[in-house]
Each structure stands twice: as structure tokens, then as C-alpha cells.
Nanobody
Framework: QMTLVESGGGLVQPGGSLRLSCVSS????????MAWFRQAPGKEREFVAV????????YYADSVKGRFTISRDNSKSMVLLQMNSLKPEDTTVYYC???????????????????WGQGTQVTVSP
């Protein structure tokens, strides 16, 4: 079992930055690919970014490529999402997720993820 806890959301002006953190309680954090998704009310959960369990490979949604950076620290069981040049359309709840499937597949579909955090709200507004 794995518990994920996100933090770092908040209110920021357009063009600003935020850094989201997700800490895991699991002992085998380095065995999981980790991803960030986001979901607005009434909409499907949307893929944002994923990082390989080794931390050596990343992949981003086109909507955030060049603005967001996903990283991880396996020694701290933590995954981060650095968000720069934020836009109003980035406003929503952000979730981290863990995928334990073998071999690693860098999934972008939320159905492939086994564990989820509770979410953290990001609001981009003047």
C-alpha cells in the first residue's frame, strides 16, 4: 500500500510559478513511475507529466511542455512539479499518482495508476 500527500498549491498571478510536492509513505517508492494529473470540475482527469522510476526519463503533455518540470528524489520518496509561466487555464486541482506495473511504461492514462493523492488546488488569477 502507498499513501501520497500533495502540497504546494495556492494562488498565483499569471506568469508566476509554483512548486508542487508529493511525498510517499511507501518503502518502495523507487519501484514506481510517478505522474501528475489535473482535473477541473466536470471534466476528465488530464495527464500533465510522468517520470520514470529511475528519474532518468520524463514525458509531458503538450499543454505544459517547456513550462513545467517533473523531478523526483527517491531518497526522500518525493516527486516534484515545478510550474513556471502559469496561465489561468492551468487553474484546477493537481494530483500525483503512482504506477507499479512492470515493466515501466510511462503511462499517460489515469486508469493505469494504482495510487493517488488527495489533490492540491492551483489557482492562477490576477
Amino acid at each position: 500500500q502507498m499513501t501520497l500527500v500533495e502540497s504546494g498549491g495556492g494562488l498565483v498571478q499569471p506568469g508566476g510559478s509554483l512548486r508542487l510536492s508529493c511525498v510517499s509513505s511507501g518503502r518502495t517508492f523507487s519501484s514506481y513511475d510517478m505522474a501528475w494529473f489535473r482535473q477541473a470540475p466536470g471534466k476528465e482527469r488530464e495527464f500533465v507529466a510522468v517520470i520514470h522510476r529511475t528519474g532518468t526519463i520524463t514525458y509531458y503533455a503538450d499543454s505544459v511542455k517547456g513550462r513545467f518540470t517533473i523531478s523526483r528524489d527517491n531518497s526522500k520518496s518525493m516527486v516534484l512539479l515545478q510550474m513556471n509561466s502559469l496561465k489561468p487555464e492551468d487553474t484546477t486541482v493537481y494530483y500525483c499518482a503512482a504506477d507499479r506495473h512492470q515493466p515501466s511504461s510511462m503511462h499517460t492514462n489515469p486508469i493505469d495508476y494504482d495510487f493517488w493523492g488527495q489533490g492540491t488546488q492551483v489557482t492562477v488569477s490576477p
